[in-house]
């Protein structure tokens, strides 16, 4: 950031964002490097007459943070005198989760896709669904009881 004053004013390093853009900027791509056609269809693999190709899902998860500092003329101290300081930063951070969905199957007698189920994902929704119902009704009951016992 320039003063606009003077012509021959050089760029105020203090508050000068560049280092934590730069940051940002390189945590950003690294993200989306992740997301292309590689990361979702994987090499096909031939096995006789039939080619398999796996199918992933890919799921970029990022989060970013910038911060800036900066320093008077004069730090406090007499060693100090006339020295001047300043400081930038950024950060950025994330995740990428990948898992199998499908396996395209291309064989003589035509091309399928086999969906590929998780187990686990599926009884861990039941047993939330499950728990989550049986709380609900618990709740409602007592109400009720407790509603009727108010009355008598």
Same mark, same amino acid.
């Given at each position: 950031m320039a003063d606009l004053s003077t &012509?021959?004013?050089? &760029?105020?390093? +203090?508050? /000068? &964002?560049? #280092?934590a853009l730069n940051t940002v900027q390189t945590t950003l791509d690294k993200f989306l490097a992740a997301a292309h056609v590689e990361a979702v269809?994987? #090499? &096909?693999i031939t096995q006789g007459e039939n080619v398999v190709i796996p199918a992933a899902e890919v799921l970029s998860i990022a989060g970013f943070g910038v911060g800036l500092g900066g320093g008077s003329e004069r730090a406090a101290g007499a060693e100090n005198a006339g020295s001047s300081g300043g400081g930038g930063g950024g950060g950025g951070g994330g995740r990428v989760l990948s898992r199998p969905v499908a396996a395209i199957i291309m064989s003589p @007698? @035509?091309? *399928? !896709?086999?969906?590929? !189920? /998780? !187990?686990?994902?599926?009884? +861990?929704?039941?047993?939330?669904t499950l728990g989550f119902m049986v709380t609900m009704l618990n709740r409602m009951t007592s109400r *009720? *009881? *407790?509603l009727e016992l108010d009355n008598s």
């Open positions: &012509p021959n004013a050089q &760029p105020n390093k +203090l508050h /000068d &964002p560049t #280092p269809y994987g #090499p &096909p @007698g @035509g091309v *399928r !896709v086999e969906p590929i !189920v /998780d !187990v686990t994902k599926i009884a +861990l929704a039941t047993f939330t *009720r *009881r *407790r």
